[in-house]
């Protein structure tokens, strides 16, 4: 190949359209083309990285083929060698629900992985942690500063005691009150907070800060046989709660010392703990994308769809998410679904979120932010075709709506129901029971959670070099043609393992985290 042409990616070999993959961009009289066999052509004008360039002429209401499904309808004759973006496309309206393939792919018998395993925590109810961490639950924001100030003294004091225990993190959200509390959608955010408190990385310990006058009190967020008893207390009592309005606190210092004191108990029984070999079918794992770019479904997601068909495998779970991002591949979902019963629940909870976005006047266009279309991606057609790709190749087992827990036979695949907000996404995946996170992203985002290791996938190498001691792999190298997609699956694989057994990402290095932020479509009163 001569020097002055440059390689391009096409997804499909359908596809009038191919990225430009070269650091910098291509300028006009360039020359590209897709594969060794394929004709050059030459760029009519400058091409970013990451941007589509028309591989043949598309004329004005042709369609724009991308993963060899339509992104859109060119508004005007688009000459090969162009750039295509957004303003020379009209995206194509949402599929919708009538005839749709209803568990209609074949249902290929795979090999199981047998033999992979991780060290982790045991728990009474039979889940498995990857961290050892002492939660702190609030019922309502009221109580948020006070378990903040309580949390760093229990840190500063207590923790270096208990030196098997991982951490303290307190589990604060703006909910618990001022919320029409009875409405039928309060029934989600409110199952959240009460599966995220019983996340396996908290090892079944059960401790509650209360105002007194929420909404939400303890005794509704976590009624008797909610959660594993540790404490036979709790049979009677309820879970283990301080109460900052109880008579006893006088002045300020005394709530602190009191939720302090409260936490020794826990403390005590998390530190007995140890890890131990378990089979890599105890992993749970969420995988999210965020500051996409159009290497997003080049590079890092399908080294995660490999990754996830690999966890399947070995008997683990694997929960993909974000609706807004996977509507427009609605059809490869309920194709992909082992039952028609699945394959239903997949279109309810899809239509239950299209209605409300209606609610809202809004619908999944919303979804694509200026970093997406800034790296190439030109609406929500082209970011759900590479988004979707996460989720591997494996028959879809389970769905879960939002803030729904995962059951302990719900093992495989599973669509979990969320929003496409990185932060609501990966608080409701916490609330399923996830126990590893993977996280990919080509813009950037500094993303973690402080009750979840996030392993973090850079798609572009530009940014694994740029954000060395934030980026956990870089999947870039598949652009550059120095791994392919399997050696990546499997490197990431071997990854979660070793992160489940206790290796530090980055972000737990520096202690980065996001706040959790509770998906909440009933009314605030």
């Known amino acids: ?25 291509l300028k006009s009289g360039d020359s590209v083309r897709k594969n060794a066999a394929a004709e050059p052509v030459t760029l009519v004008s400058a091409v970013p990285q990451g941007h589509k360039v028309a591989m043949a002429d598309i004329l004005a209401g042709q369609t724009v083929l991308r993963y060899n499904v339509s992104i859109g309808l060119a508004k005007e004759n688009i000459a090969a060698g162009s750039w295509v973006h957004e303003r020379l496309l009209v995206m194509p309206a949402a599929r919708d629900f009538a005839n749709l393939p209803m568990s209609t792919a074949p249902k290929k018998a795979f090999e199981k992985l047998e033999g992979f395993t991780f060290q982790g925590f045991r728990n009474s109810d039979g889940s498995v942690g990857t961290r050892n961490i002492l939660a702190v639950t609030t019922t309502v924001q009221c109580v948020a500063g006070v378990v903040t100030l309580a949390v760093q003294k229990i840190k500063e004091e207590l923790l270096p005691l208990y030196p098997n225990v ?17 409405a039928p ?32 009190p303890p005794q509704r967020l976590l009624p008797p046989g909610s959660f594993p008893l540790v404490d036979e207390r709790a049979i009677t009592e309820g879970p283990h709660t301080v109460c900052l309005q ?17 936490a020794k108990l826990h403390l005590e029984r998390l530190n007995a703990r140890r890890r131990e070999a378990v089979p890599a079918s105890e ?55 082992v ?7 997949i279109v309810e909870e899809l239509d239950w979120y299209d209605k409300y976005l209606e609610r809202g006047h809004a619908d999944r266009s919303a979804n694509t932010t200026p970093g997406n279309k800034a790296g190439g991606l030109s609406n929500i057609v082209e970011k759900a075709m590479g988004s979707i790709v996460k989720s ?3 028959p879809i087992q389970h769905v879960l709506a939002p803030g729904e827990k ?18 609501i996404c990966g608080t409701l995946q916490l609330a399923a029971g996830m126990n590893v996170h993977v996280f990919t992203t080509g813009r950037g985002t500094p993303y973690g959670l402080q009750a979840c290791p996030v392993v973090k996938l850079a798609t572009r190498t530009d940014l694994a070099r740029r954000w060395h001691d934030l980026m956990d792999m870089n999947a870039g190298r598949v652009a550059e043609g120095e791994i392919t997609i399997e050696e990546g699956g499997w490197e990431l694989f071997q990854l979660l393992l070793e992160v489940a057994s206790g290796r530090k990402t980055w972000a737990e290095h520096w202690k980065l985290h996001n706040s959790l932020v509770l998906f909440n479509p009933a009314p605030i009163t």
């Open 406 to 423: 995962l059951k302990p036979e719900q093992k495989g695949l599973v669509f979990a129901a969320t929003p496409a907000s990185d932060f």
């Open 339 to 345: 039952s028609v019963d699945v394959a239903q629940r």
């Open 283 to 337: 992993l749970v794992v969420g995988v999210q994308c965020g500051g996409s770019d159009a290497f997003s479904g080049v590079t890092a997601n399908p080294i995660v769809g490999y990754a996830t068909d690999l966890l399947v495998r070995a008997g683990a779970t694997v929960m993909f998410s974000e609706n807004t991002e996977v509507r427009d591949a609605v059809e490869q979902l309920t194709h992909r679904a």
């Open 185 to 216: 959608d309060a029934v989600i955010p409110i199952r959240t907070l009460r599966n995220i408190s019983l996340n396996p990385n908290f090892g079944n310990e059960i401790f509650v800060i209360s105002l007194g006058c929420e909404k939400l």
């Open 246 to 262: 109880d008579d006893h606190h006088v002045g300020f210092m005394s709530m602190l010392q009191n939720i302090a004191d409260g």
């Open 1 to 25: 190949m001569s020097a002055s042409v440059f390689p391009v990616i096409a997804m499909h070999d359908a596809d009038n359209v191919a990225i430009v993959v070269t650091d910098g961009g």
């Open 166 to 182: 991982d951490d303290v993190v307190g589990i604060e959200h703006t909910y618990g009150c001022g919320v029409a509390i009875d």
């Open 392 to 394: 591997g190749s494996l």
